[in-house]
């Protein structure tokens, strides 16, 4: 039944896809950045003032504290979420056709898993194997050329498209390892609450990161629905493209990767 609703949610997204892309306005490509419609707009701001709301009263709080554990404690937990984010990385490689980097990438996951006491540790990058820049399905489906179609502003996770928001429901369907072994399969070692705390924690950890990059940002901005919007926008095509070619509106150099999947 769960897959069935995904399903049914991915064929909505797509349709939202279709029609937006269909004037050729949500085309990517390395010499233009054409603006992406913003179809629902009084829904999104509706959603964006309640994740604000949401950071008010949980996040950033929880941000302020994370932020005053001892520094080795959020340099292992930033360590460990990075990890388990190779296990997405890794399978977009490969899609990609980055079979050297997915190998790569695949060799620091081993290495640190083990050695660095499953992530917390990183002595990968003392040995060579480096972190390399974080993929997900929505970064592939651009990659095969396929349109951003409508922005998105989702509860908790903030903002998308439709793309990566079709792209992520690819993770719920098999294509997240580390949700296949805590959520979808009953293990002895793992559970639904291992996936979703991670998930939590990563949260707060790019929150705590990027406290005074945000709060600026909210501070600074005439309309700070739009700059959050084109900032999230450029992000994302910047890492499809591997390039910083796309000129930015917002000064995001103090931005962490930014998890939706």
């Known amino acids: 039944m769960k897959r069935i609703i995904i399903l049914i949610f991915l064929s909505f997204f797509l349709s939202v896809s279709v029609y937006a892309g269909s004037d050729g306005q949500n085309k ?8 992406v419609k913003d179809c629902f707009e009084g829904v ?10 949401l950071d008010a009263v949980i ?18 937990t930033s360590n460990v979420i990075g990890n388990l984010s190779t296990l997405l990385t890794v399978p977009n490689n490969m899609l990609q056709g980055e079979f050297i980097l997915a190998g790569k990438n695949t060799i620091r996951f081993v290495i640190n898993t083990s050695i660095g006491i499953l992530g917390l540790f990183d ?11 974080r993929e997900d399905f929505g970064q592939s489906l651009g990659k095969w050329g396929v349109g951003e179609g409508c922005y998105l ?4 996770l903030g903002p998308s498209t439709a793309r990566d928001a079709v792209a992520s429901l690819g ?6 390892a580390w949700y296949n072994v805590t959520v979808t399969n009953d293990t002895h070692y793992f559970s639904d609450f291992d996936y979703y705390a991670s998930k939590g924690v990563g949260g ?5 990161k990027n406290m005074e990059a945000i709060n600026n940002l909210e501070k600074n901005s005439i309309d700070f629905y739009a700059s959050v919007k084109s900032l999230y926008l450029q992000d994302r095509r910047k890492k499809i493209l591997n390039s910083d070619d796309i000129t930015d509106t917002q000064d995001d150099s103090d931005w962490e990767e930014i998890e939706t999947q």
């Not at 990517?28 to 603006?35: A, D, F, I, Q, R």
């Not at 999104?44 to 709301?53: E, K, L, P, T, Y």
């Not at 996040?59 to 292992?76: C, D, M, N, Q, V």
């Open 28 to 35: 990517l490509s390395k010499k233009s950045s054409e603006p």
């Open 44 to 53: 999104n701001r509706g959603i964006f003032a309640f994740n604000q709301g």
């Open 59 to 76: 996040f950033e709080p929880l941000a302020i504290g994370y932020r005053h554990l001892p520094s080795p404690i959020r340099t292992g």
């Open 123 to 133: 002595p990968a990058s003392v040995v060579g194997f480096n972190e390399y820049q």
């Open 153 to 156: 502003v989702l509860p908790v």
């Open 171 to 176: 993770n719920f369907l098999g294509g997240d």
């Open 204 to 208: 707060v950890d790019f929150r705590a």
